[in-house]
């Protein structure tokens, strides 16, 4: 299996990459670090016990459901997933929080409508070990284990606890197999401020550091730009009549953000599977053994900065329209099949990654 860290704050769409990895042979997760981002004041712990809460709903519906419970089968003979909390703020500015979108414990207070989703203390599971190591030691620990370049890192929040991973020791980051961000938008309008996606915003300064390394690091960006078009209805998730625990369980947490989409006068009632899509890809590359892309898939590079102290352009990618990369004579990603890294004269200051 394809061995996976999950950098996370869960978080609703979390939650649903989360399960979509659980649910995927495919993949091994070594490792959870979670992250700030959902909710205030505590947000990484309600973020930490977020994930004990999924993987003790995922075994109490392997019980209840037997005929279903073969889905996560595959778990039962894996090494145990380490779970370490990781940044409680960002690196620099002031901390931004997404509790008006995922409630205040950032899955739709879900505790409020459906206590029997708690879980028990002291946490004993078969598939998850907690450990008090920090989150950027524990991924640099799994990176320094395993053989280079054989893990990837799935970042689906605020970028702090990998910069952190980064700024200790860049060569063993750089050991890492491919680095999948969702976050940022090139295009498309920021989904927390006109020009700026959360994950970016939430902490610019991680995001500014892990980027300026993206010359040795295999960085893939799937920015809101693809995200926010990959959608799923509401009616499909949300069950008005759930007949299993993962069915109660998904339809709970995401009630809230289908009535903030509504009030925001979103149109078309469908959740948007940014994190989601980020974890489909990586499935989809460890089913097929390789990091090509899926036909209908395609990367290109993308020259810009990050804003960091914008008055209203915070986490902004400022991207350089100027810069055109078949100007620099290199070959560009054609029919979803990145042939290679382009090189050539870039500007210093300007960050170039793949994205999706
Ligand atoms: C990102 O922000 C969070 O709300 C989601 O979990 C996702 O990681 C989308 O902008
Ligand atoms: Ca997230």
């Known amino acids: 299996a394809h061995k996976v860290i999950l950098d996370t ?19 091994q997760l070594e490792a959870i670090t979670v992250t700030f981002g959902m909710c205030r004041n505590t947000d990484v712990d309600h973020a930490y016990n977020n994930v004990l809460k999924t ?7 392997c019980d209840a459901h037997p005929e279903d419970a ?11 997933t380490i ?17 008006y979108f995922h409630g205040k414990d950032g899955l739709s207070n879900i505790m409020e409508t459906h206590p029997e989703f708690s879980f028990p203390q002291p946490f004993e599971h078969p598939w998850l070990k907690e450990t008090d190591v920090a989150a950027h030691d524990v991924i640099l620990d799994v990176l320094r284990r395993e053989p280079a370049k054989s893990v990837t890192l799935l970042a689906v929040g605020p970028l702090t606890n990998v910069a952190k991973v980064y700024a200790k020791d860049p060569e063993t980051l750089a050991r890492v197999r491919r680095i999948v961000i969702m976050g940022g938008t090139f295009d498309a309008p920021g ?20 980027f300026s390394g993206s010359s040795t690091l295999p960085l893939l960006v799937v920015p809101l730009d693809i995200t926010s078009q990959h959608t799923v209805s509401f009616s499909a998730l949300i069950l008005d009549d759930p007949k299993t625990l993962l069915q109660t369980f998904v339809s709970a947490i995401l009630a809230r953000p289908r009535r903030v989409l ?18 489909y890809m990586v499935t989809m590359h460890a089913a097929q053994e390789s990091d090509v892309l899926l036909p209908g898939f395609r990367t290109t590079w993308r020259d810009f ?7 209203h352009t915070r986490g902004m990618f400022v991207v350089d329209k100027r810069a055109s990369i078949e100007d620099a004579g290199v070959s560009r990603a054609r029919d979803g099949i990145v042939a290679e890294r382009p090189t050539g004269d870039v500007n210093p200051g300007i960050l170039r990654v793949e994205v999706l």
């Open 55 to 61: 993987y003790e709903v995922v075994r109490q519906h």
């Open 83 to 99: 779970l370490s909390k990781g940044a409680a703020g960002p690196i620099a500015g002031e901390q931004a929080l997404a509790e």
């Open 305 to 311: 900065v990050i804003e960091r102290a914008g008055e």
């Open 70 to 80: 073969h889905r996560f089968d595959h778990l039962n003979a894996r090494p145990q």
């Open 262 to 279: 509504a009030a925001l006068g979103y149109s078309g009632d469908v959740f948007e599977m940014h994190d989601p899509l980020a974890a």
């Open 191 to 210: 989904n927390t401020t006109a020009v700026a996606e959360f994950n970016i915003y939430a902490d610019p300064f991680a995001a500014h550091q892990l």
């Open 9 to 27: 704050d869960p978080g609703t769409d979390d939650v649903i990459a989360l399960l979509l990895l659980l649910a995927s042979p495919e993949v």
